[in-house]
């Protein structure tokens, strides 16, 4: 079973390392996370994992471009005077809210009182909303309170985009944005991409990065947050041809999540109803996290949206030629735009179980096991020393210092042998190793599955070995 409660996950979180509040020793900066040493394995691991799946392939090429960018490209973008979310205000409790998240909790109360018709009539509504007093009409329609008050304000529209100076002049010829997402760092080098790489349409073009948004309100532990990081990938295509490779990209990222143990039953697609003015079809992967669904990727198919209003704000030419056919025109888009924290908390969420087992000597214990991919495991082997003498710990260290050059690893002598296999667990290494007397007169030493709980006497020679096969796809 996953975890069902938030609060185990950000506990065990901050106790093992994963994730810290920003700047904690001075109060903390809401809404901003930084990742300790196991969270920024697990981090750079779901970063290589999708790397090595969206760009170890002919049609898809790797970009990294600055977070600072031309202001002009975010009126092109539209993100200047459309990037904004619907805020309102309680005026008696003095609380800020976004809107629509306003009504989507309130939906989820009703549905845990049973409430389902009532929820299912507001979120058809919600979902056809098409203007700020429309959200109010409906947050006074359903009586939603805050705190017990209902004396809210018109509701308006907040840019989430942070803004700055570029240079040492502060005037507004020299504001930029900390970029809110990371696409238009992919639109913006579309030609200089596809002419250096010799790529042909369709194409791609991903990316990994940091982005920022002054997000009303944050919560849910990293889920909403006002520095995070997103993974996302542009594929141009003729126009035309882009329902096909919607289909196919999202089955492909759905399978990406599959494939690092997140089962079909926990995720799923949520159409979107209401498209974004340069969408013509629009999904949200979603996953089944301890509050519900929420979303954490984004698939749109964008039109040629991006690439004609650079082409028309940059005056410079976006077009494919396509010399085979004789003829050119500006791609069509697909994005698939997924969040690096947030898919961590939901691989998280996912693995996380507390069990019932039985121990060495037959006592019954429990456990908190994070059952992590592979490949995502912060820390792969641990290496122990069954007890600190008779030169066990000098040659667990020698094993040791050989493993961690092919993994990361960590060596542990502290304690009894039930309490270091608890401490992995938690943190969800793959295999402990001990070595014991065995070890020292015959060269064997015991490898321990960490979800099996299983041990197995192998060849001290042998670990790497052992670990690669199990784990080759
Ligand atoms: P939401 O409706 O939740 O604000 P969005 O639809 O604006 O999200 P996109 O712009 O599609 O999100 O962003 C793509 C992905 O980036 C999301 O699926 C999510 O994984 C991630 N993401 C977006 N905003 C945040 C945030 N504030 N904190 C963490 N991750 C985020």
Not at 7 to 14: G, P, Q, R
Not at 283 to 303: K, L, V
Not at 421 to 431: A, I, L, S
Request: hydrophobic fraction near 35%; glycine fraction near 6%.
């Amino acid at each position: 079973m996953p975890a069902s409660n938030l609060d185990d996950i950000i506990s065990l979180a901050k106790r093992k390392g994963f994730i810290f509040q920003s700047s904690e020793i001075y109060g903390g900066l809401n809404g901003c996370y930084d990742y300790g040493p196991l969270g920024v394995e697990l981090l750079n691991n779901i970063k290589q994992s999708w790397w090595k799946s969206m760009t170890y392939r002919e049609d898809v090429e790797g970009i990294d471009a600055s977070i600072l960018m031309h202001p002009r490209v975010w009126d092109a973008s539209g993100h200047t005077s459309q990037f904004s979310d619907p805020m309102i205000d309680n005026k008696t409790t003095k609380r800020r809210f976004r809107a629509d998240n306003l009504i989507e909790e309130h939906i989820q109360k009703l549905r845990k009182k049973g409430k389902t018709a009532i929820a299912d009539e507001l979120e058809k509504k919600l979902d056809a909303v098409q203007n700020n007093s429309e959200y109010y009409d409906l947050i006074i329609g359903a009586e939603i309170k805050d705190e017990g008050s209902a004396d809210w304000t018109d509701v308006k529209n907040f840019n989430l985009m942070f803004k700055t100076f570029i240079g040492p002049v502060e005037d507004s010829g020299a504001v930029v944005y900390l970029r809110p997402e990371s696409a238009q760092g992919i639109f913006v080098n579309f030609k200089n991409v596809m002419e250096s790489a010799r790529q042909k349409v369709p194409f791609g073009i991903a990316q990994i990065g940091k982005a920022f948004r002054n997000e009303i309100n944050t919560k849910n532990f990293v889920f909403r947050t006002r520095e995070f990081e997103q993974m996302e990938m542009q594929y141009f295509v003729k126009p035309g041809e882009e329902m096909e490779a919607f289909e196919k990209w999202q089955e492909t990222r759905l399978d990406w999540y599959r494939g690092l143990g997140i089962p079909s039953d926990r995720l799923r697609v949520k159409p979107h109803e209401k498209l974004a003015h340069y969408a013509n079809r629009a999904a949200d992967i979603e996953y089944n996290f301890p509050f519900g669904f929420g979303e954490i990727e984004g698939i749109h198919s964008r039109t040629d949206f991006d690439l004609s209003k650079h082409q028309e704000f940059s005056g410079k030419k976006l077009e494919y030629v396509d010399t085979v056919n004789k003829e050119r025109y500006v791609p069509y888009v697909i994005e698939t735009s997924g969040g690096v924290t947030r898919s961590l908390m939901a691989f998280l969420c996912e693995a996380y179980e507390k069990e019932q087992i039985t121990d060495d000597k037959g006592r019954e214990d429990q456990r908190a096991v994070l059952r992590l991919h592979y490949d995502l495991a912060p820390l792969k082997v641990a290496v122990f020393p069954l007890v600190n003498k008779e030169g066990m710990p000098e040659k667990a260290r020698a094993i040791f210092n050989d493993i961690q050059k092919s993994y990361k690893a960590q060596y542990d002598h502290a304690g009894a042998i039930g309490k270091r296999y608890r401490r992995q667990d938690e943190v969800g290494t793959p295999y402990c190793v001990t070595i014991d007397g065995d070890t020292m007169e015959s060269g064997t030493v015991t490898i321990r599955d960490r979800d099996t709980m299983a041990q197995e006497t192998i060849s001290a020679d042998n670990i790497k070995q052992y670990i690669e096969n199990q784990n080759s796809a």
